[in-house]
């Protein structure tokens, strides 16, 4: 247990003011926005958070991987602030403005690939999923999409389409886009196909021979997209070889190979982007959560010829590359640099999976231990022989970590993952008093 204690809590979690604006709420706002605590925000700093009745969290969620750098940096403040005193809005198709080159050009330099790169830049994740399939169908002029079982890309209609889960996401909104096809991802722990790697022989990876054989002709296919680590899915890991052998496919096909960085990227996996955990070039790169420092925005960032393609006027939107946004995502990147947040990265993660393997060996209920850098997970399991998800365990566990002052929470199909996106800059106190928060609510939870 750490020394000095960081976590505060004031009153019974959630608090009384909580609970009050929670009831406003639920008066205005529909229910169809999840939340995944019970509390209300007042400030955040760093790694944690305070609560409108004082109570003071460490943060393992970001902002679901949106705090890489963590809550107000005081640069990213700063820039912000002295960016509201010249001009907050002018829109990018009115009069152009420095930031946005200067945002575009960092992302041109930092993106894998040794290509001339550009860059268009958004709001959220599923507008630049959302673009970068247009981009991918009007340069291929082929209109066939591949993504992932499991997978998640945002809520918007094509976005929603890429989607490969049905709950919460797609369920009862009807029809997706026309031509967009799923395939297994690689998630060795429940593997679709019962094999166990590396016996298996990526037969996930080689499955998309079979679509191509009786759902669509690779040459209708404009591009695939893929989470180099899903996220939403349940930070599932594939093995080192399953991206390159999709790659090769892409490659052979002329199919276009979009990867969305949009959880794993700005440092979150020990690398920049987690794809430079291999040596994919991919033609299309979706950013979007950390790269704003807090602030909304997105990036479609890929190979210039591919990007150039779309006609004046058929990219973009009113807000794209807010000013706000693009001064806090330089501030933002500099900051990574600057601290070292990728070794960072790497220093936090070895210390978070060290500890859940510790845990696994105490606690039955961890069916897996799982992840890359600073992005791992927990599944959490009845039984580890039969992996029945233990689902509402899961959810216990979480409960019991924001009444004693941790925000964590969950991922997968089966809601049983719990993952951590903690800020890269917790403090090694914090990071051990949040691990033993979660550690005795583990603890204290029985399997049901
Ligand atoms: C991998 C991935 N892609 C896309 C999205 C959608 O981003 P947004 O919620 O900003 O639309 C998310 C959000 O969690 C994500 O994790």
């Given at each position: 247990?750490?020394?000095?204690?960081?976590?505060?809590?004031?009153?019974?979690?959630?608090?009384?003011?909580?609970?009050?604006?929670?009831?406003?709420?639920?008066?205005?706002?529909?229910?169809?926005?999840?939340?995944?605590?019970?509390?209300?925000v007042?400030?955040?700093k760093?790694?944690?958070l305070?609560?409108?009745?004082?109570?003071t969290?460490?943060?393992?969620?970001?902002?679901?991987?949106?705090?890489?750098?963590?809550?107000?940096?005081?640069?990213?403040?700063?820039?912000?602030?002295?960016?509201?005193?010249k001009?907050?809005?002018?829109?990018?198709?009115?009069?152009?403005?420095?930031?946005?080159?200067r945002?575009?050009?960092?992302?041109?330099?930092?993106?894998?690939?040794?290509f001339?790169?550009?860059?268009?830049?958004?709001?959220?994740?599923?507008?630049?999923?959302?673009?970068?399939?247009?981009?991918?169908?009007?340069?291929?002029?082929?209109?066939?999409?591949?993504?992932?079982?499991?997978?998640?890309?945002?809520?918007?209609?094509?976005?929603?389409?890429?989607t490969?889960?049905?709950?919460?996401?797609?369920?009862?909104?009807?029809?997706?886009?026309?031509?967009v096809?799923h395939?297994?991802?690689?998630?060795?722990?429940?593997?679709?196909f019962?094999?166990?790697?590396?016996?298996?022989?990526l037969?996930?990876?080689?499955?998309?021979?079979?679509?191509?054989?009786?759902?669509?002709?690779?040459?209708?296919?404009?591009?695939?997209?893929?989470?180099?680590?899903q996220?939403?899915?349940?930070?599932?890991?594939?093995?080192?070889?399953?991206?390159?052998?999709?790659?090769?496919?892409?490659?052979?096909?002329?199919?276009?190979?979009?990867?969305?960085?949009?959880?794993?990227?700005?440092?979150?996996?020990?690398k920049?982007?987690?794809?430079?955990?291999?040596?994919?070039?991919?033609?299309?790169?979706?950013?979007?959560?950390?790269?704003?420092?807090?602030?909304v925005?997105?990036?479609?960032?890929?190979?210039?010829?591919?990007?150039?393609?779309?006609?004046?006027?058929?990219?973009?939107?009113?807000?794209?590359?807010?000013?706000l946004?693009?001064?806090?995502?330089?501030?933002?990147?500099?900051?990574?640099?600057?601290?070292?947040l990728?070794?960072?990265?790497?220093?936090?993660?070895?210390?978070?999976?060290?500890?859940?393997?510790?845990?696994?060996?105490?606690?039955?209920?961890?069916?897996d231990?799982?992840?890359?850098?600073?992005?791992?997970?927990?599944?959490?399991?009845?039984?580890?022989?039969?992996?029945?998800p233990?689902?509402?365990e899961?959810?216990?566990?979480?409960?019991?970590?924001?009444?004693?002052?941790?925000?964590?929470?969950?991922?997968?199909?089966?809601?049983?993952?719990?993952?951590?996106?903690?800020?890269?800059?917790?403090t090694?106190?914090?990071?051990?008093?949040g691990?033993?928060?979660?550690?005795?609510?583990?603890?204290?939870?029985?399997?049901?």
């Amino acid at each position: 247990m750490a020394e000095k204690k960081i976590v505060r809590i004031t009153s019974d979690v959630p608090g009384p003011k909580s609970r009050q604006l929670y009831s406003e709420m639920e008066q205005n706002v529909p229910r169809g926005t999840a939340h995944m605590t019970p509390i209300a925000v007042s400030s955040a700093k760093g790694a944690t958070l305070t609560d409108v009745d004082g109570n003071t969290f460490i943060d393992f969620a970001g902002g679901i991987g949106v705090l890489n750098v963590g809550h107000r940096p005081d640069e990213v403040v700063k820039a912000i602030k002295e960016q509201a005193d010249k001009y907050l809005h002018a829109c990018w198709h009115v009069t152009i403005y420095e930031p946005y080159i200067r945002l575009a050009n960092k992302l041109n330099t930092i993106t894998p690939g040794q290509f001339p790169k550009k860059t268009i830049l958004l709001n959220s994740g599923a507008e630049a999923a959302e673009n970068a399939i247009k981009i991918a169908k009007y340069h291929t002029k082929r209109y066939g999409i591949l993504s992932f079982l499991e997978g998640f890309h945002g809520r918007t209609a094509a976005a929603m389409s890429l989607t490969g889960q049905i709950q919460p996401y797609k369920y009862n909104f009807g029809p997706p886009i026309p031509w967009v096809y799923h395939l297994p991802f690689a998630y060795c722990y429940r593997c679709p196909f019962g094999q166990t790697y590396p016996g298996c022989e990526l037969a996930c990876a080689k499955y998309v021979e079979k679509v191509f054989e009786g759902v669509i002709s690779p040459d209708a296919v404009a591009a695939l997209v893929v989470e180099p680590v899903q996220g939403e899915g349940g930070f599932i890991v594939p093995p080192k070889e399953f991206l390159p052998e999709i790659y090769k496919t892409c490659k052979e096909r002329g199919i276009l190979f979009i990867d969305d960085e949009i959880q794993t990227g700005i440092a979150r996996t020990g690398k920049m982007f987690a794809i430079e955990h291999s040596s994919i070039e991919p033609e299309l790169v979706l950013i979007a959560k950390s790269v704003g420092g807090g602030t909304v925005l997105s990036a479609v960032t890929g190979k210039a010829e591919i990007m150039d393609t779309p006609h004046v006027g058929g990219l973009g939107g009113t807000y794209g590359g807010h000013p706000l946004s693009c001064v806090a995502g330089l501030a933002a990147l500099d900051l990574v640099e600057k601290d070292n947040l990728i070794a960072r990265a790497n220093t936090i993660g070895d210390k978070i999976k060290q500890a859940f393997l510790a845990m696994q060996e105490k606690y039955p209920i961890i069916g897996d231990v799982r992840g890359l850098g600073a992005m791992v997970a927990m599944e959490l399991v009845k039984d580890r022989a039969t992996k029945e998800p233990a689902s509402k365990e899961s959810a216990l566990v979480r409960e019991k970590c924001y009444q004693n002052g941790l925000i964590v929470i969950g991922a997968g199909i089966h809601h049983n993952v719990i993952r951590t996106l903690i800020p890269l800059v917790i403090t090694d106190e914090e990071l051990e008093e949040g691990l033993s928060i979660l550690d005795e609510a583990l603890r204290s939870t029985p399997i049901q």
